[in-house]
């Protein structure tokens, strides 16, 4: 009977026990190596993975959504600085905005109507009505203003709401000149709106 059990393990002698302890804390010992081991291996593959996420993010953006270049929401060269005079309007069609040379400098208008987003043409034969700022541009032109065939709000070249329903002047680009060239940085997130359009918008040529 006592051969049986010891045989299915179910007596250990005495002498075995200490012996089984210390191969159970041996064991115990390498397991918890082992983990370590895994988890600084997991650390350094997630490290590496994050980096190549990041660079593959970076590569998608680029490519599939590249940043605009000479198209609306991008910046876009509207011409050379001794292309204009005074009272000059030119429409750029790739950045939707009008390029307006005041006697302060150039202003981008957005061709997009406050009121309700019509686009608003040029009217090159239409009577100048004036301003703000002071008398608008009446001092330097006799004719050509911005209609709105939506709702018939009038705008002078800085903008400036003259008559109708629109709540405010057209919004404008930022202007940069650089080498002689006029830069336009477009898109609605660069649109600025203003109460009141100001001779300060303008930025000298």
Known sequence: MAQ??????????PEKVAELGERQEVEQEQQRKVRRRLAFRWVGWGAILALLGQWGVGFALGFFWPQKVGAFGGVVTAGAVADFKVGDVKVIRE???YLTRVPEGFM??????????CTVPWKEADVVMGG???EGDKPFASSGRFNCPCHGSIYNRYGQILQGPAPRPMDRFPVTIQGGKIMVDTGPSKAISRPVASASDAVPA
Do not use: D, N, T
């Open 95 to 97: 950045g939707k905005f």
């Open 4 to 13: 049986m059990s010891r045989e299915l393990g179910l007596f250990v002698p």
């Open 132 to 134: 703000p700022p002071g």
């Open 108 to 117: 981008a208008l957005w061709w997009k109507c406050p009121h309700l987003g």
